[in-house]
């Protein structure tokens, strides 16, 4: 049947039909018409209608049942209007966070009223905000769990029944004996037609624990097949009172009489825990004394006798208006013996919670409840054990998952699966869970594929910000609102480039690959390369707290933390245009990885210094074999490369190794002392020095006894001299010297990761450790450090022309000595000499391949260049030279005044281009 509005999709039920108001009492009330009910008038039929009822309603498998107990005549207005109102807020919370039933007596009085007003305007609620996304987006966000509010209702009790009530509803400990009509929020009906009150209690009872028990049989059966195979409990088991433990069925008493207490008496001889809310007065006050008192006291004889008095007191005081001793007296016997059933042995089946603000997060009472009630034998079962967990983690309860579910599993009976994981990946809020499962070493390259990336992607709680901020960056939009796998397969490694700079970051094939056991390289690479695709998901879909749990278990925390925060700064930027609140906060997510790597890098500093530069001259293949330096430089990161660690670094780089002695006359300035030994050479010999720390493999170790290994061990070295063609070129790049402990510890390391990472690729670096360190000999009489006289001198003119800072000031000369040649020929007349005008266009055509070299070299190590600019600034400065070469060929028939002016213009604009 059609469901025609939003109010039958939220009640999860169909329309029924009737006849007659004797079989279907909703019909004396148009307006509940199209509610499904039904109507049991026999004990013996309430199996087979409870199965009619789930075939034909239709009802969704609920997580949990939730049973509300009170009585009608003797419920009174709360003490504390706030601890009404939180408890209402605690029901719609538990119906909005899992699939939940309520079940009740349904009348519009008491707690009925109370859950069905919380009920409609949740409704409401819904209704208003449907209508808000679909005219503000054009599509709905998500759908919220069903709301099922069942109510199991006394016909003997309903205005316009037929049916009378017996005597005993005269006296004041029994319910309400005049008639009450359904409360209209509720959205299934189930009605119990028994005059006498004790059999109709007894029946609505027997009718909610064998919903439970069905519903937990078809939700699964393999739990039932547990059960019966291990022989656990088998007395219950065939008694029907285990079978609900897959959908726990807990019961809560506020305030209740004595047809409560039945009920009560019924839920716990089945094995039903029972919450008492204290506070609330009547039944609920006396239970949870009695069993207070019971727990302190013990199960005497005298301390019985104690509690038998005690609760006689109370509930005569309680209920004053009853006639009949022998009334109170049946009362009081039946709350000791609920007091007895709750206390069993291994288990707890009644628990005891104050009535207070905290009715809220009534989750927080509910689960340890349920677990309370259960047996050692049933808690153990791993069916058990995983559907308990599953629930604890849809409520987003990680504290009493740990104390209640993994802190009783003492043979470690539960196991995370990739359906867990992918749960607590989806489910917003849930980084405790996916923190506990990494720390279980779990294993992600197992986990992820391509396809799941792409359902992790289409099917997250909490969309809004990839949908308002990534989902734009997408090249073409496939359709709408939908993910194609091509946007995993292309487009995903497009916005990571366009948003952080680091091209090509994730391959699918790899990812793929890995997961189906065909390992492109080993295991350990194919872990850090899931762990790099869940981050890139966790940023985009902003949700930074799950990306900052996933960064604890990274591999490369340093690294991985300045992608993220030039991610974040890409993001940061695109948003801004849309809206500024977001832009500022995940501007601020990106400057807090910022921090934490600063953070890892400073401990590590502290430390050991030496560790901490050969990190810094560490290449990451994951990260488009970048340095940290050189990704905090590409992504702009200051906070990051003002560390001192950095800094001490870059000055090691523009230093290139050298050090600048104070021979002579320590007025001159070192770099007038830097530029002469570079031209003149013989200066080398008394300016400039060579320390053996940064240049060990250069040395001849003949004399090795003048060498200090402690200094080199301690300090950091250079080692600039030792790397490849490639990585001499990479101005980013330090291949720092172990000493012989550090090349004998990467040794055996290797050995052991010899089989997973390649022979052939340990043996390259064990060769290049053994040659980057030559063995020191053990000790040393002496600490002179500088061996000028075994490095050759066309090694020494080598290493002084390849530091930065002589590239730099060499530079600087010939830059101003070509402004003033080119000054001399702006100002001489036009017939001026034609050697200086050839002079100074071959050096400015020289400057353009300068350009352009530097163009290539940054464009191949993935610096941030804008090719615009740099194609404006060649053409630039070439169409300047054809027009002064032109304007000087033919300068008969050109003034000199105008080619003077091209040429000053020319050289004011270069420079300026220069300068920038």
Same mark, same amino acid.
């Given at each position: 049947?059609?469901?025609?509005?939003l109010l039958d999709?939220?009640?999860?039920g169909?329309?029924?039909t009737?006849?007659?108001?004797?079989?279907h009492p909703l019909?004396?009330?148009e307006?509940l018409q199209?509610?499904?009910?039904?109507?049991?008038d026999?004990?013996a039929?309430?199996?087979?209608?409870?199965?009619?009822i789930?075939?034909?309603?239709?009802?969704?498998s609920?997580?949990?049942?939730?049973?509300?107990?009170?009585?009608?005549?003797?419920?009174t207005?709360?003490?504390?209007?706030?601890?009404?109102a939180?408890l209402?807020?605690?029901i719609?919370?538990l119906?909005?966070?899992t699939?939940?039933w309520?079940?009740?007596?349904?009348?519009?009085?008491?707690i009925?009223r109370?859950?069905?007003?919380a009920?409609r305007n949740?409704?409401?609620?819904?209704?208003?905000?449907?209508?808000?996304?679909?005219?503000?987006?054009g599509?709905?966000?998500?759908?919220?769990?069903?709301i099922?509010?069942m109510g199991?209702?006394p016909?003997?009790l309903?205005?316009?029944?037929?049916?009378?009530?017996?005597?005993?509803d005269?006296?004041?400990?029994?319910?309400?004996?005049?008639?009450?009509?359904v409360?209209?929020s509720h959205?299934?009906?189930?009605?119990?037609?028994?005059?006498?009150?004790?059999?109709?209690?007894?029946m609505?009872?027997?009718?909610?624990?064998e919903l439970a028990?069905?519903?937990?049989?078809?939700?699964?059966?393999?739990?039932v097949?547990e059960?019966?195979?291990?022989?656990?409990?088998?007395?219950?088991?065939?008694k029907g %009172?285990?079978?609900?433990e897959?959908?726990?069925?807990?019961?809560?008493?506020i305030q209740?009489?004595?047809?409560?207490?039945d009920m009560?008496?019924?839920?716990?001889?089945?094995?039903?825990?029972?919450?008492?809310?204290?506070?609330?007065?009547f039944?609920?006050?006396i239970?949870?004394?009695?069993?207070?008192?019971?727990?302190?006291?013990g199960?005497?004889?005298?301390?019985m006798d104690?509690?038998r008095?005690d609760?006689?007191?109370?509930?005569?005081?309680?209920?004053p208006g009853s006639k009949?001793?022998e009334?109170l007296t049946?009362m009081?016997?039946?709350i000791? !013996?609920?007091?007895?059933?709750?206390?069993?042995?291994?288990?707890e089946?009644?628990?005891?919670?104050?009535?207070s603000?905290?009715?809220?997060?009534?989750?927080?009472?509910?689960?340890p409840a349920?677990?309370?009630?259960?047996s050692?034998?049933?808690?153990i079962?791993?069916?058990?054990v995983?559907?308990d967990?599953?629930?604890?983690m849809?409520?987003n309860k990680?504290?009493i998952?740990?104390s209640?579910?993994l802190g009783?599993?003492?043979?470690q009976?539960?196991?995370?699966?990739?359906d867990?994981?992918e &749960?607590?990946?989806?489910?917003?809020?849930r980084e405790?869970?996916?923190?506990?499962?990494m720390?279980?070493?779990?294993?992600?390259h197992?986990?992820?594929?391509?396809?799941?990336?792409l359902?992790?992607?289409?099917?997250a709680?909490?969309? !809004?910000?990839?949908?308002?901020?990534?989902?734009?960056?997408?090249?073409?939009?496939?359709?709408?609102?939908?993910?194609?796998?091509?946007?995993?397969?292309?487009d995903?490694? @497009?916005?990571i480039?366009?948003?952080?700079?680091?091209s090509?970051?994730?391959?699918?094939?790899?990812?793929s690959s890995?997961?189906l056991?065909?390992f492109?390289?080993?295991?350990?690479?194919?872990?850090? &390369?899931?762990?790099?695709?869940l981050?890139?998901?966790?940023v985009?879909?902003?949700?930074?707290?799950?990306?900052?749990?996933?960064?604890?278990?990274?591999? !490369?925390?340093?690294?991985?933390?300045?992608?993220v925060?030039?991610?974040?700064?890409? +993001?940061a930027q695109?948003?801004r245009?849309?809206d500024?609140?977001?832009?500022d906060?995940v501007?601020?997510q990106?400057?807090?990885?910022?921090?934490m790597?600063i953070?890892?890098?400073?401990m590590?500093?502290?430390?050991?210094?030496?560790?901490?530069?050969?990190?810094?001259n560490?290449?990451f293949p994951?990260?488009?074999? @970048? %340095?940290?330096?050189?990704?905090a430089?590409?992504?702009?990161?200051k906070y990051?490369?003002?560390?001192?660690a950095?800094?001490?670094?870059?000055?090691?780089?523009?230093e290139?190794?050298?050090?600048?002695?104070?021979?002579?006359?320590?007025?001159i300035?070192?770099?007038?002392k830097?530029?002469?030994?570079?031209?003149?050479?013989?200066?080398?010999?008394?300016?400039?020095?060579y320390?053996?720390?940064?240049?060990?493999?250069?040395?001849?170790?003949?004399e090795?006894?003048?060498?200090?290994?402690?200094?080199?061990?301690?300090?950091?070295r250079?080692?600039?001299e030792?790397?490849?063609?490639?990585?001499k070129?990479?101005?980013f790049?330090?291949?720092?010297?172990?000493d012989?402990?550090?090349?004998?510890n990467?040794?055996?390391?290797l050995?052991?990761?010899?089989e997973?990472?390649?022979?052939?690729?340990s043996t390259?670096?064990?060769h290049?450790?053994?040659h980057?360190?030559?063995?020191?000999?053990?000790?040393?009489s002496?600490?002179?450090?500088?061996?000028?006289?075994?490095l050759p001198l066309w090694?020494?003119?080598?290493?002084?022309w390849?530091?930065?800072?002589?590239?730099?000031?060499?530079?600087q000369?010939?830059?101003?000595i070509?402004?003033?040649?080119?000054?001399?020929v702006?100002?001489l007349?036009?017939?001026n !000499?034609l050697? +200086?005008?050839?002079?100074?266009?071959?050096?400015?055509?020289f400057?353009v391949l300068e350009?352009?070299?530097?163009?290539?070299y940054?464009?191949?190590?993935?610096?941030?260049?804008?090719l615009?600019?740099?194609?404006?600034?060649?053409?630039f400065?070439t169409g300047f030279v054809?027009?002064?070469?032109?304007?000087k060929?033919?300068?008969n028939?050109?003034?000199?005044?105008?080619?003077?002016?091209l040429?000053?213009?020319?050289?004011?604009?270069?420079?300026?281009w220069?300068?920038?």
């Amino acid at each position: 049947m059609e469901r025609e509005s939003l109010l039958d999709e939220e009640l999860n039920g169909f329309q029924h039909t009737a006849k007659s108001p004797r079989s279907h009492p909703l019909l004396f009330d148009e307006s509940l018409q199209r509610k499904p009910s039904v109507v049991i008038d026999d004990p013996a039929a309430v199996s087979r209608t409870v199965t009619r009822i789930l075939e034909q309603w239709a009802l969704s498998s609920p997580d949990i049942i939730v049973a509300f107990v009170s009585g009608t005549r003797s419920f009174t207005a709360w003490k504390n209007e706030d601890h009404r109102a939180a408890l209402q807020k605690g029901i719609i919370k538990l119906l909005n966070a899992t699939e939940t039933w309520i079940l009740d007596s349904g009348l519009d009085y008491g707690i009925s009223r109370l859950i069905g007003n919380a009920v409609r305007n949740e409704l409401q609620f819904r209704q208003s905000k449907r209508e808000y996304e679909v005219y503000v987006r054009g599509y709905l966000k998500k759908r919220r769990h069903a709301i099922l509010l069942m109510g199991v209702v006394p016909m003997s009790l309903l205005r316009g029944s037929d049916d009378e009530t017996d005597g005993h509803d005269n006296d004041a400990a029994e319910d309400h004996p005049e008639k009450c009509d359904v409360n209209p929020s509720h959205t299934h009906f189930i009605f119990v037609k028994e005059p006498k009150q004790e059999v109709a209690t007894a029946m609505r009872s027997q009718i909610i624990v064998e919903l439970a028990a069905q519903v937990s049989r078809r939700r699964n059966p393999t739990f039932v097949r547990e059960v019966q195979n291990t022989g656990v409990d088998e007395v219950s088991y065939q008694k029907g %009172t285990v079978c609900h433990e897959q959908v726990p069925l807990i019961a809560v008493l506020i305030q209740g009489g004595m047809r409560a207490l039945d009920m009560v008496h019924d839920y716990l001889k089945s094995d039903v825990p029972v919450l008492v809310i204290k506070g609330t007065g009547f039944l609920a006050d006396i239970l949870a004394f009695a069993y207070e008192e019971h727990k302190e006291r013990g199960n005497n004889r005298s301390a019985m006798d104690i509690i038998r008095r005690d609760v006689s007191k109370r509930v005569a005081r309680s209920f004053p208006g009853s006639k009949k001793d022998e009334d109170l007296t049946l009362m009081r016997n039946r709350i000791i !013996d609920c007091v007895i059933l709750g206390s069993q042995k291994e288990k707890e089946l009644i628990s005891v919670v104050e009535s207070s603000e905290d009715l809220v997060d009534l989750d927080n009472y509910f689960l340890p409840a349920v677990f309370a009630a259960r047996s050692r034998a049933t808690n153990i079962l791993k069916e058990q054990v995983r559907s308990d967990f599953l629930l604890t983690m849809k409520l987003n309860k990680p504290g009493i998952a740990d104390s209640k579910i993994l802190g009783r599993d003492e043979e470690q009976i539960f196991q995370v699966d990739n359906d867990l994981f992918e &749960k607590a990946l989806m489910w917003k809020g849930r980084e405790k869970f996916v923190e506990r499962f990494m720390e279980e070493d779990f294993a992600l390259h197992r986990f992820l594929s391509h396809s799941r990336l792409l359902n992790l992607f289409r099917h997250a709680e909490d969309n !809004d910000f990839f949908v308002n901020v990534v989902w734009h960056q997408v090249p073409r939009r496939y359709f709408e609102h939908t993910i194609e796998e091509t946007f995993v397969t292309k487009d995903l490694n @497009r916005i990571i480039e366009k948003l952080s700079g680091f091209s090509n970051f994730l391959s699918m094939h790899d990812l793929s690959s890995n997961y189906l056991g065909i390992f492109v390289t080993d295991e350990y690479d194919a872990e850090r &390369k899931a762990m790099n695709a869940l981050m890139v998901w966790a940023v985009l879909m902003g949700r930074f707290q799950l990306a900052k749990t996933l960064w604890k278990f990274c591999e !490369d925390p340093i690294p991985m933390a300045l992608f993220v925060s030039a991610l974040a700064r890409g +993001l940061a930027q695109h948003s801004r245009s849309t809206d500024t609140s977001v832009a500022d906060r995940v501007s601020a997510q990106g400057r807090e990885f910022s921090t934490m790597a600063i953070d890892v890098l400073d401990m590590s500093y502290k430390e050991s210094n030496a560790r901490t530069f050969d990190l810094l001259n560490q290449k990451f293949p994951d990260f488009n074999d @970048r %340095t940290p330096i050189k990704a905090a430089y590409i992504s702009r990161n200051k906070y990051f490369l003002a560390h001192e660690a950095c800094q001490i670094w870059l000055n090691r780089l523009w230093e290139g190794g050298l050090e600048i002695t104070d021979s002579w006359n320590s007025r001159i300035p070192e770099e007038f002392k830097l530029v002469v030994s570079a031209l003149l050479v013989f200066p080398i010999y008394f300016w400039i020095r060579y320390p053996a720390k940064n240049f060990v493999k250069d040395f001849s170790w003949v004399e090795h006894d003048k060498v200090d290994s402690g200094s080199i061990n301690e300090t950091t070295r250079l080692g600039y001299e030792n790397v490849g063609q490639r990585d001499k070129n990479d101005l980013f790049h330090i291949d720092s010297l172990f000493d012989r402990e550090g090349v004998d510890n990467t040794e055996r390391k290797l050995k052991v990761l010899a089989e997973l990472e390649g022979k052939n690729k340990s043996t390259r670096f064990r060769h290049s450790l053994k040659h980057a360190a030559p063995e020191a000999p053990a000790s040393s009489s002496g600490s002179n450090l500088f061996i000028n006289r075994n490095l050759p001198l066309w090694k020494k003119v080598y290493y002084l022309w390849s530091a930065p800072r002589t590239k730099f000031w060499i530079f600087q000369l010939f830059y101003w000595i070509y402004l003033a040649v080119f000054s001399v020929v702006v100002i001489l007349p036009t017939c001026n !000499d034609l050697g +200086l005008d050839v002079i100074i266009l071959i050096w400015t055509l020289f400057n353009v391949l300068e350009i352009a070299l530097r163009t290539v070299y940054q464009i191949h190590h993935g610096f941030p260049v804008s090719l615009f600019r740099r194609g404006v600034e060649i053409t630039f400065i070439t169409g300047f030279v054809l027009l002064v070469a032109i304007f000087k060929t033919y300068f008969n028939f050109i003034r000199p005044l105008y080619t003077r002016s091209l040429m000053a213009f020319g050289m004011y604009n270069y420079g300026s281009w220069l300068r920038s």
